[in-house]
C-alpha cells in the first residue's frame, strides 16, 4: 500500500525526461552506466496530469500512447536496455479552440467532462466571494471545507474496498454494447469503460448492484468523445449518446 502520486507533465518536457535516461553523475563519479528514472516511472501506480494536453508535443503522445497501451516503458540508450511498470490514469485538460487531440490519444482517455462558464449570476457572485475569501486566508478557506472533503474521502476509500463486489446484471451489459454498436462507436474500449464507469458509480452511492440510473449518468461522458469520425468535427455534446440511451433502455 502506498499513497497515490500526481505527477505533472509540462508541455516543455524532453522525452529524456518523460522516459527517463542514463544517470550522468553516476557515469561521471562512478564509471558505471545507471539509470535514472523518468516521470512515467514516477506516475506508476498513480496519476499523470497534463494541462493543455492538446497542444503535447507529437513525440511526446507517441511515448504516451505506447505506455497507455501496454503499461510498460522500455528505454533504449547508450548502452543502456530496460522496461520498467508505467499503469497510470491519465488525466489531462485543454481548451478544444486552441487545437484537437489526436484521435489515438484521444480515444485512451476513458471519460470526457466538458466544462463551461456558469451563468446563473447568483452562483457566479458565490464563486467571487468564495475565492476572495481564498485569496484573504487560504488557511482558513481550507479549514471550513475539511469535513465536508474528509467525509468524501471516507465515501470514496469505501467505494474502493467494495468496487469487487458491485454486479452488473447481464441484460445492462448487452443494452451497453447495443448503445456503442448502434452510434458506430469503434473497438470496445467504449463498452468497457462504461461497464467500470457504471459499477464505480454504483459502489460510490453504497450499492451492490449497477442500476440503469447508473449507466444514463455515466455514458454521455464515456461514449461522446468515442463518436467523431471527423478531425475537423467537434466533440460530440452528449446529446447524441442520451438520445440513443433512452432509445435503447426504454
Known sequence: MTKINMVDL?????????????????????????????????????????????????????????????????????????????????????NPEEGELRPQLLDRFGMHAQVGTVRDAELRVKIVEERARFDKNPKEFRDSYKAEQEKLQQQIASARSSLSS????????????????????????????TNRAAKALAALKGRDKVIAEDIATVIPNCLRHRLRKDPLESIDSGLLVIEKFYEVFG
Not at 516521470?39 to 497534463?50: F, H, S, T
Not at 458491485?166 to 469503460?193: P, Y
Open 166 to 193: 458491485v454486479q452488473i446484471d447481464q441484460d445492462l451489459k448487452v443494452k451497453i454494447s447495443k448503445v456503442c454498436a448502434e452510434l458506430n462507436v469503434d473497438g470496445l474500449r467504449g463498452d468497457i469503460v
Open 10 to 94: 509540462p508541455l516543455g518536457a524532453t522525452e529524456d525526461r518523460v522516459c527517463g535516461t542514463i544517470d550522468i553523475e553516476k557515469a561521471l563519479t562512478e564509471g558505471v552506466k545507471a539509470f535514472e528514472p523518468g516521470l512515467l516511472a514516477k506516475a506508476n501506480r498513480g496519476i499523470l496530469y497534463v494541462d493543455e494536453v492538446n497542444l503535447l508535443d507529437d513525440h511526446l503522445v507517441d511515448v504516451l500512447l505506447d505506455s497507455a497501451a501496454s503499461g510498460w516503458n522500455t528505454v533504449e540508450r547508450e548502452g543502456i536496455s530496460i522496461s520498467h511498470p508505467a499503469r497510470f490514469i491519465l488525466i489531462g485538460s485543454g
